[in-house]
Each structure stands twice: as structure tokens, then as C-alpha cells.
């Protein structure tokens, strides 16, 4: 088996290396002759930053404004009427929970006071307890726990239990609503469950909303190895995640979130290099030509896919993806770069290049990315 793995290892680096003088060429060639607007690309000149995809509609954010508006003045019953207004859709209902968090975190005045009048409603308690898990990391910070300052730990480690102890309550509200569960599944790494008290709040969630996209997301971040799992064990149920994911559904991204924690500390070549990745990347491509164009989770999950094609050297499937996101880079991983535009662009161009694509009639013009719902 070592002897195997050996080879293995050593025909993938044979093959990178020589891979590395035509990558180099085709950098060269997208730096200096690569005309995006040829291939169906959006121009240089368009290309932003600051956003994953197109902005909220503007019906939408007069929508939300008007909901904003309301709370702050005291009246939380639009707040309500828009949660209730996504029915068994879960994934809809956290997405608009999400917003109330927004919201609630610039004042909650309005949410205690929806509490008092409606002490039995599992939307509110469930956002009183998401609030309290925001709050709380707020406090902790994004830092590694050597760089958080003691008295932030310890305040971190006093709200999280509480913030559990509430959705707990939450849940007793509402046996179908996966809300509270998914709060559970949050805070858990924070509190420093163990596997064994993990596995209840994962099967409660699960029992719930088999493929919920945020829970899937949280549960990935517990199985990390930076947490309380491995490389092995994240992939893994990412993996499971992806195979169990019903058509239209974004759930197969979930292991694109996956191989970029590998990606972040530079060990997701060897994946990336593997037949079985590039199968992986094809069949998450395939699942996201079902999902909704107005899904919020889709342009990152593009810029991911992009980039992991064009690390994989699947150029051809690479490039699709860039005409499907137009303009936008405004999401990892290019904002990890000091220019996140040239990084995208140059990405592209060695794409177009490796991909040995033809320009395409001058009358077609640059594709369209879709139009999404959140692109911020």
C-alpha cells in the first residue's frame, strides 16, 4: 500500500511540474494579449470587487427596509408576518431569520417586546437565541483562542450555553421547525461539545430538515480539524451531504466549503489533482445547473467551483463558470489575494487559454451572469 501510495505521489508531481511551463505561458498570454469579451467574458473594466453576485433587487430592499424600519419604530409584526411567509420552506425561513438577526442586532427593542406578545412563537425565540450565538462570537472574534484576550473567552464561553439553553426552549415550541436545531449546531463548537453531545443536535436538526444548507454548513465547520474532526472526517460528511442532496437543492456545495478549509492552509492539491475530485467537481457543476438562478448561495459557490476546476486544470468546465459569473469576484477565494480583480482575471484568461476555447462571434457578446437574490 505505502509502495502504491509512493507512485501515486510521484506521478502527480512529475505531472505538475511539467504542467508548470505551459501555466506559465498561459499566464503570460492572459497578462498581455487575453481580450475577455472574445470568449463571452465581462470586461476588465466592469469586473467588481465588493460583490459575489448582483445586488438585492430593488423591490427586495425596499421590502427589508420597510421591515427594518418598522421594528425600529417599535412594531414587530411585520417581522413576523415575514418569517411566517416562508412556510416549511426551511432553508427560505433561516435566510429570512438571518435578516432579522441583521436587524435586531442595530436594536432589539422590538424583539423583546414580540416576545412578551407572543410568548409561544418559535420564530422569535429562535432569533432571540440566534442573537445571543451572533453576539457572542462578536465578542470572541475570527482569531485563533491563543489570540483571544481571556476576558473575551470567558465572556464567549458564558453566552454560548445560554444561547443553547434558549434554543433548547425554543425548540419545545415548534416539534417540526428545524430553527432552534440549527442555532444548537452553531453555538456547539463554541461550547466545546464532544462528539457524543454533538450527535443529538445533529440528529434532531437532521430529523428535521434533512438538507438544510446552513446546518450542513455548521455541521461541516464542527467536523473540521480545527475543531473537533479531521480532514478526513469533514470530507467525508461533506461527501454524504452531496450524495444525499435532492435536484435543486445547493447542498453539493457544501463540499466545495470543504476542500477550501483544505485550500486555506495550502493542502487541497493532492485532492484537487485526484480523478475522484475531479468527479466530485464535475457531479457538484451538474448539481448547480438545478438549483434556482435566484438562490442566495449560488455565487459563492461559482467563485469556488470556478477556482477549484481551474486548480484541478479542468479549464474547459472552468471556464463556463466564469461566463455564469460575469462581472462579480467579490468572494473567496480572489478577496484573499491583494487584488481579488486580477486574480479573477488572470484566472480566466490562463482558462480561456488552457481550455484552447475559440473566440466566440463577435454579435453574442459577453454572457450574463444570472440574477440573484443577495449578492453582497
Same mark, same amino acid.
Given at each position: 500500500?505505502?509502495?502504491?501510495?509512493?507512485?501515486?505521489?510521484?506521478?502527480?508531481?512529475?505531472?505538475?511540474?511539467?504542467?508548470?511551463?505551459? /501555466?506559465?505561458?498561459?499566464?503570460?498570454?492572459?497578462?498581455?494579449s487575453?481580450?475577455?469579451?472574445?470568449?463571452?467574458?465581462a470586461?476588465?473594466?466592469?469586473?467588481?470587487?465588493?460583490?459575489?453576485?448582483?445586488?438585492?433587487?430593488?423591490?427586495?430592499?425596499?421590502?427589508?427596509?420597510?421591515?427594518? $424600519?418598522?421594528?425600529?419604530?417599535?412594531?414587530?409584526?411585520?417581522?413576523?408576518?415575514?418569517?411566517?411567509?416562508?412556510?416549511?420552506?426551511? $432553508?427560505? /425561513?433561516?435566510?429570512?431569520?438571518?435578516?432579522?438577526?441583521?436587524?435586531?442586532?442595530?436594536?432589539?427593542?422590538?424583539?423583546?417586546?414580540?416576545?412578551?406578545?407572543?410568548?409561544?412563537?418559535? $420564530?422569535?425565540?429562535?432569533?432571540?437565541?440566534?442573537?445571543?450565538?451572533?453576539?457572542?462570537?462578536?465578542?470572541?472574534?475570527?482569531?485563533?483562542?491563543?489570540?483571544?484576550p481571556?476576558?473575551? +473567552?470567558?465572556?464567549?464561553?458564558?453566552?454560548?450555553?445560554?444561547?443553547? *439553553?434558549?434554543?433548547?426552549?425554543?425548540?419545545?415550541?415548534?416539534?417540526?421547525?428545524?430553527?432552534?436545531?440549527?442555532?444548537?449546531?452553531?453555538?456547539?463548537r463554541?461550547?466545546?461539545?464532544?462528539?457524543?453531545?454533538?450527535?443529538?443536535?445533529?440528529?434532531?436538526?437532521?430529523?428535521?430538515?434533512?438538507?438544510?444548507?446552513?446546518?450542513?454548513?455548521?455541521?461541516?465547520?464542527?467536523?473540521?480539524?480545527?475543531?473537533?474532526?479531521? $480532514?478526513?472526517? +469533514?470530507?467525508?460528511?461533506? =461527501?454524504?451531504? +452531496?450524495d444525499?442532496?435532492?435536484?435543486?437543492?445547493p447542498?453539493?456545495?457544501?463540499?466545495?466549503h470543504?476542500?477550501? =478549509?483544505?485550500?486555506?492552509?495550502?493542502?487541497a492539491?493532492?485532492?484537487?489533482?485526484?480523478?475522484?475530485?475531479?468527479?466530485?467537481?464535475?457531479?457538484?457543476?451538474?448539481a448547480?445547473?438545478?438549483?434556482?438562478?435566484d438562490?442566495?448561495?449560488?455565487?459563492?459557490?461559482?467563485h469556488?467551483?470556478a477556482?477549484?476546476?481551474?486548480?484541478?486544470?479542468?479549464?474547459?468546465?472552468a471556464?463556463?463558470?466564469? /461566463?455564469?459569473?460575469?462581472?462579480?469576484?467579490?468572494?473567496?477565494?480572489?478577496?484573499?489575494? *491583494?487584488?481579488?480583480?486580477?486574480e479573477?482575471?488572470?484566472?480566466?484568461?490562463?482558462?480561456?487559454? /488552457?481550455?484552447?476555447?475559440?473566440?466566440?462571434?463577435?454579435?453574442?457578446?459577453?454572457?450574463?451572469s444570472?440574477?440573484?437574490?443577495?449578492?453582497?
Amino acid at each position: 500500500m505505502d509502495l502504491i501510495f509512493g507512485l501515486v505521489l510521484i506521478t502527480l508531481t512529475c505531472v505538475a511540474l511539467h504542467d508548470q511551463p505551459f /501555466r506559465r505561458l498561459a499566464q503570460r498570454w492572459a497578462r498581455t494579449s487575453f481580450d475577455p469579451t472574445a470568449y463571452g467574458l465581462a470586461p476588465r473594466a466592469q469586473l467588481d470587487p465588493e460583490r459575489a453576485g448582483p445586488p438585492m433587487s430593488a423591490e427586495l430592499r425596499r421590502e427589508a427596509q420597510a421591515i427594518a $424600519d418598522a421594528a425600529w419604530d417599535g412594531d414587530w409584526r411585520p417581522a413576523a408576518a415575514y418569517v411566517a411567509g416562508a412556510g416549511r420552506s426551511w $432553508d427560505e /425561513r433561516w435566510s429570512r431569520l438571518e435578516l432579522l438577526t441583521e436587524i435586531a442586532d442595530s436594536g432589539d427593542a422590538w424583539l423583546t417586546a414580540w416576545r412578551i406578545a407572543d410568548p409561544n412563537c418559535c $420564530d422569535a425565540a429562535t432569533l432571540e437565541a440566534k442573537l445571543l450565538v451572533r453576539r457572542a462570537w462578536a465578542i470572541r472574534g475570527s482569531g485563533f483562542a491563543h489570540e483571544v484576550p481571556p476576558e473575551n +473567552m470567558a465572556r464567549f464561553r458564558e453566552l454560548l450555553p445560554a444561547a443553547i *439553553e434558549a434554543a433548547r426552549r425554543a425548540a419545545l415550541l415548534s416539534s417540526e421547525d428545524p430553527g432552534p436545531w440549527v442555532v444548537m449546531v452553531t453555538a456547539a463548537r463554541g461550547a466545546q461539545y464532544t462528539p457524543e453531545q454533538f450527535a443529538p443536535l445533529w440528529a434532531g436538526l437532521a430529523e428535521r430538515a434533512p438538507h438544510h444548507y446552513e446546518g450542513h454548513w455548521q455541521g461541516m465547520q464542527y467536523w473540521c480539524a480545527k475543531w473537533y474532526g479531521s $480532514d478526513r472526517e +469533514m470530507l467525508a460528511f461533506a =461527501e454524504r451531504a +452531496m450524495d444525499a442532496a435532492p435536484a435543486g437543492s445547493p447542498l453539493p456545495g457544501i463540499y466545495l466549503h470543504a476542500v477550501h =478549509e483544505l485550500a486555506k492552509r495550502n493542502a487541497a492539491g493532492k485532492l484537487l489533482a485526484s480523478a475522484q475530485a475531479k468527479r466530485r467537481l464535475r457531479a457538484v457543476a451538474a448539481a448547480l445547473a438545478t438549483v434556482p438562478p435566484d438562490d442566495p448561495h449560488l455565487p459563492a459557490l461559482r467563485h469556488l467551483l470556478a477556482s477549484f476546476f481551474y486548480t484541478s486544470g479542468l479549464y474547459a468546465p472552468a471556464l463556463e463558470q466564469f /461566463r455564469l459569473l460575469g462581472p462579480w469576484c467579490g468572494a473567496a477565494p480572489w478577496t484573499a489575494a *491583494e487584488d481579488p480583480a486580477a486574480e479573477f482575471d488572470l484566472a480566466r484568461g490562463v482558462s480561456v487559454k /488552457r481550455a484552447r476555447a475559440r473566440p466566440l462571434p463577435r454579435e453574442t457578446g459577453p454572457v450574463k451572469s444570472a440574477t440573484h437574490r443577495h449578492g453582497g
